[in-house]
């Protein structure tokens, strides 16, 4: 029941701004008119919505594909008009630039382990720097050129009654139009957002991963989806934004989760690419780190403080949900804690039990940490995952359980 609210309001706003969309687009495609021609607001909110989707799965290879689709469907004249994104001096480049991803991780899966793991965290920074762009300028000027669109097709009379053509604001003769214009931007950036951090997630995986195979099957997933995106919207665009909504739910309830493994890669890359671990030093009081499976109402990745308190003899863990609600913490009991020193990362264990995530940046501090908060059984070597239990705990939370040896 705690997340009763949550979902209440989204089928809310659903109900408010995607239903009617969508039982506009519906009979649209039972006229004879090609989906192509269709100029109404909701053939345009349709493709709105499977261009923003598309976007977020892959900022780079979305851009790169609408950018060089408006080129070559706009009159060679007409051309220079265009926005930068639609110009070949863009999407060229982020065309090679996806293509060459593509091979990396292809070749990625006869590759040992740890070989491309440099070239992971370089497209995870690129994907969230192209998320960026796009969120910032491709969004806004993708979602603002429906305000003249719905402003052509004002209020008209329907059986006495006024409506604009989205069909939706019929309801007791009130028209919300006014209100669509207002929220258009905003609403369209916060789908971007909110899809975008589900399809980075798989980069964050692909950090964790410790085989190439796993890494290639999770992106080859991601370009599937918004392969198929792509091939519905050319033929049944009114389909197309049925799976755009498919999709921004599914990634609405995973946008926490989704959330922590952002802030995680966050801290991987700029632990990896600013040498962090050569500057960073133990603190005696408290340390930054992640969360792992065995904190009772924690939130695995949980970004946070490891309080050492040896005059009340005890360990807290300190955090605020979202980075930015108020702080909670909770006492941590470990019956005989140890450092389980990984092949990118180390991570605090008790027993086979995960309980918290050192970012990279503790590489070669392992021993301080451990004699900083009185770990019983020191540092010890930490093996790769079998199969079965990377697999399992990638996609359920713990991505980084290890084998100590």
Known sequence: MKHFPRIALFAALFCLFVCPVIAVS?????????SKSDKSPAGGISSTITTITGIAISPLL???????????????????????YAQWTFFVPALLIAAACACKDTLGAILPPGWKKPLDILETVENKASGLVAAGAVVPLTVDS????????????VDGVQSTGLAMVNLAAIDFSWLLNLLTVPLGIAVFVVVWMASHAINVLILLSPWGAID????SARTALLGLLTATAALRPEYAAILSVVVIVISYFLAGWSFRLMVFGTAFTWDYFTLRKYRFKIGKAANKLFSGARLKGVPVRSFGRLINEPENGRIRFAYKPWLMLPERSIDVTMTAPFIGKGLFFSSVRDGEYTFFLLPPRYRGHEEEFAKAYGFTDGVKDAGLLKAWSSLRELFGGGATRVQVT
């Open 26 to 34: 519906l009979p649209a495609a039972t006229t004879t008119t090609s």
């Open 62 to 84: 979305g851009t790169g594909v609408y950018g060089a689709y408006k080129y070559f469907t706009t009159a060679e004249d007409q051309r220079a008009k265009l926005p930068w």
């Open 146 to 157: 429906l305000r003249g669109l719905i402003a052509s097709h004002g209020p008209t009379a």
């Open 216 to 219: 290639a099957a999770l992106k």
